[in-house]
Structures are given as structure tokens and as C-alpha cells.
């Protein structure tokens, strides 16, 4: 069965603070991975996404996230947080060519100005 | 805005009662999903659509059904509601039925009573 773990629900950080949230999943074979925000009174909207070749992906917002196979890995990155950064984010997992999307529980980040 | 459109936006009942979801994914897309987000649960996938078909099948109750009408329109049945129904009932739709991307409605906030 695929699944989708976040280690952290709660993360605070100042303005200008590096930002690293975790991603780790679990499934045996070929993944597409995803990063999903949802800012404050919106829905949520793809920040960036994985399908095959350079690990290192970028997406908006200067949003950047690193698929490491051997560790079931694709954490989340962005050197400076923006207090409009403030948001929850979704690591999601779909296995190649498969219908459904799974999602992890979550994160809050809220960055204080 | 996504284009995917979600009524009601939100819903307060009691338990014992039925309600219904309704979605109206964007424009072209034929694919739609299903996902509940419950208080510190992730969205938990709940059944996809595509093209009037049903294609994947989540952790759905058995107390819960839905459909996807000609017209691409979906809705989404809870009946016998209980309290542990409370929560935010997502739709999201894409073009194909293994997709890239899903774009997400703003949800339908349920509230059991």
C-alpha cells in the first residue's frame, strides 16, 4: 500500500529563516511526487511536482524539492521564507500510471514578520 | 480561482441525516475526485471519476456513494451522518485519468451535529 508521511504538522519560522519540511514515502515501484499548498482561505494549487530525470525540482514561489530515491525521500526546500509563505503544504504521491493521489497529513508553516 | 466549483460551501446537520455534495469540475476536464480532510488528517482520498466511470476507489463508507453525471458534474452522497463525518469534503478535477496535476474546489465544510 502506498503512504505518505510529513514529520512535522507545526513549523514557525521567522522571515528571511531557510525552510526545509519532510517527505517521505512508501511504495515499491515508480512514483510521481508532489507538493500542494493551501494558503489561507484558498484552495490548494500545485507548487511543484516530480515525474522522472533531474531529482532536483523547481516550482513557484522560488520553491525547490529533492527526490532521493534510496531514502523514499522528496523534502521540500526554499532558502528564504516570506511571511505570505504562511500556508499549509501536502506531499503527495501517485504511483506511475495510477488514478489515485495520496496525500500526507500536512504541515502548517507560519512565518512570523 | 481553480474552475472547479464546489456547493454547498458549507453545512451544518444533524446525525442520522443524508446530505449531497456537489462538484463542477473545470472546464474540459473529465476526471474528478473525492477527498475528506478531517480535524489533523491529511486528505484522505475517497473515489475518482473519469468520463462517468468510476476509477479508483479510496477508503469511502459504506455510507457514502457518488456519481458523475453526463454532463461531468459530480456529486457526492453522505447518508446515516454521523459526528466523525464532520469535515472539509474536497473535490478536485483533471483532464485525463492518470494526471499530472489535480485542481482542487475550495471544499464543502460539513458540521454534524
Redesign the interface.
Known amino acids: 500500500a502506498q503512504s505518505v508521511s510529513q514529520h512535522n504538522h507545526h513549523v514557525i519560522l521567522s522571515e528571511a529563516a531557510s525552510l526545509e519540511l519532510g517527505c517521505n514515502y512508501s511504495y515499491g515501484g515508480t512514483v510521481n511526487l508532489f507538493w500542494y499548498v493551501q494558503y489561507p482561505g484558498q484552495h490548494l494549487q500545485l507548487l511543484l511536482k516530480y515525474f522522472s530525470g533531474d531529482p532536483l525540482v523547481k516550482g513557484i514561489k522560488g520553491f525547490e524539492a529533492e527526490f532521493i530515491k534510496s531514502k523514499f525521500s522528496f523534502n521540500l526546500r526554499k532558502p528564504s521564507v516570506q511571511w505570505s509563505d504562511t500556508a499549509e503544504y501536502f506531499c503527495a504521491l501517485r504511483n506511475t500510471g495510477g488514478f489515485k493521489t495520496i496525500f500526507g497529513a500536512g504541515t502548517r508553516l507560519f512565518v512570523k514578520a | 480561482d ?1 474552475g ?1 466549483t464546489q456547493t454547498p460551501k458549507h453545512l451544518i446537520t444533524a446525525t442520522g441525516q443524508r446530505v449531497t455534495l456537489r462538484c463542477s469540475p473545470r472546464s474540459g476536464d473529465l476526471s474528478v ?1 473525492w ?1 475528506q480532510q478531517s480535524l ?6 475517497l473515489i ?1 471519476y ?1 468520463n462517468g466511470e468510476e ?2 476507489k ?1 477508503n469511502i463508507l459504506e455510507r457514502f456513494s457518488a456519481q458523475q453525471f453526463p454532463d461531468l458534474h459530480s456529486e457526492l452522497n453522505l447518508s446515516s451522518l454521523e459526528l466523525g463525518d464532520s469535515a472539509l469534503y ?1 473535490c ?1 478535477s483533471s483532464v485525463e ?6 485542481f ?4 464543502s465544510r460539513l458540521t454534524v451535529l
Open positions: 481553480s472547479v475526485y477527498y489533523d488528517q491529511g486528505l484522505q482520498f475518482q473519469y476509477r479508483a479510496g474536497f478536485a485519468a492518470s494526471p499530472g496535476e489535480l482542487f474546489g475550495e471544499g
